[in-house]
Nanobody, 122 residues
Framework: QVQLVESGGGLVQAGASLRLSCAASAYTFSWYAMGWFRQAPGKEREFVATISRSGDRYADSVKGRFTISRDNAKNTVHLQMNNLKPEDTAVYYC?????????????????WGQGTQVTVSS
């Protein structure tokens, strides 16, 4: 069982930056592909970014503004979010994929954090 705990959310103005972090309890953290997803009120959960041994990948809506990274020594994954927009407002979830492949589909992920709220005001 892997436990994921997100942190770093908050309320910011448009154009600001936030850095989300996710701490994982996995003994073999480096094997997992890690992903970030988000869910806005009334909308389905959507893919944001993933990082695996193959590299990283982003949703078109965040490409060039968000960067995913990981520190395997500290069992953490981060999401640096720059130039935030009101449409980025959502609960952001960290997820772990034990296959290690990394995917844009939420169904591919086996473990989820509780989420952290990001609110961007205009």
């Amino acid at each position: 069982q892997v436990q994921l705990v997100e942190s770093g959310g908050g309320l910011v103005q448009a154009g600001a930056s936030l850095r989300l972090s996710c701490a994982a309890s996995a003994y073999t953290f480096s094997w997992y592909a890690m992903g970030w997803f988000r869910q806005a009120p009334g909308k389905e959960r959507e893919f944001v970014a993933t990082i695996s041994r193959s590299g990283d990948r982003y949703a078109d809506s965040v490409k060039g503004r968000f960067t995913i990274s990981r520190d395997n020594a500290k069992n953490t994954v981060h999401l640096q979010m720059n130039n935030l927009k009101p449409e980025d407002t959502a609960v952001y979830y960290c997820a772990a994929d034990r296959s290690g492949l990394g995917s844009g589909s939420a169904h591919s992920y086996d473990y989820w954090g509780q989420g952290t709220q990001v609110t961007v005001s205009s």
